[in-house]
């Protein structure tokens, strides 16, 4: 194996992190001109777990209700029972690495678990638990 392949295979397998890094960032950023900040990962860990009861029906919703308990371990859509790849960046590296689809997320999925927007500061904590999975 020559030195040039070895470093284009380093190079190749630092993307990924480098882009779950610039993703995080750039929202982090962006919330802290919101005015949050600083970010919690165990305040986040508690609200990712936090059961919110639905008021149509009842029920308990929290993150996990689709992402899974272990969330190293592919989750499953609560209504549609599809399967949703693992949200841990340690075995889905795609995970964090675009904020459109971040924010687009962050939107749908608060408000159908909290039943209302999170807050710049609740998705900041959420970033600092899950890019550390
Ligand atoms: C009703 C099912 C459901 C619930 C509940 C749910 N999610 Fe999701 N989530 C999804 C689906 C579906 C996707 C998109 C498919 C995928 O990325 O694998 C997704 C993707 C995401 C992503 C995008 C991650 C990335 O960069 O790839 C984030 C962030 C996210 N969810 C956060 C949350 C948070 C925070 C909660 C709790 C407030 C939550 N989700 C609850 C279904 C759910």
């Known amino acids: 194996m020559n030195m040039k392949f070895i470093g284009v295979t380093a190079l190749l397998m630092a993307i990924p992190f480098y882009a779950q890094a610039g993703a995080v960032s750039e929202l982090e950023a962006e919330y802290q001109t919101q005015g949050a900040g600083p970010f919690s990962a165990s305040a986040g860990e508690a609200l990712w777990n936090k059961n ?6 009842g029920k308990e919703r929290n993150c996990t209700s689709c992402h899974g308990a272990d969330l190293t ?7 549609t029972g599809k399967a949703i790849k693992p949200m841990a960046a340690s075995v889905n590296p795609q995970r ?10 962050f939107v749908r999925n608060c408000k159908w678990t909290l039943g209302r927007v999170c807050t710049a500061q609740e998705k900041g904590n959420m970033l600092a638990y899950l890019k550390n999975l």
Do not use: A, S, Y
């Open 73 to 79: 371990k592919v989750g499953k859509h609560v209504r």
């Open 52 to 57: 919110f009861i639905n008021t149509k029906t």
């Open 96 to 105: 964090l690495t675009k904020v459109k689809k971040i924010n687009k997320w």
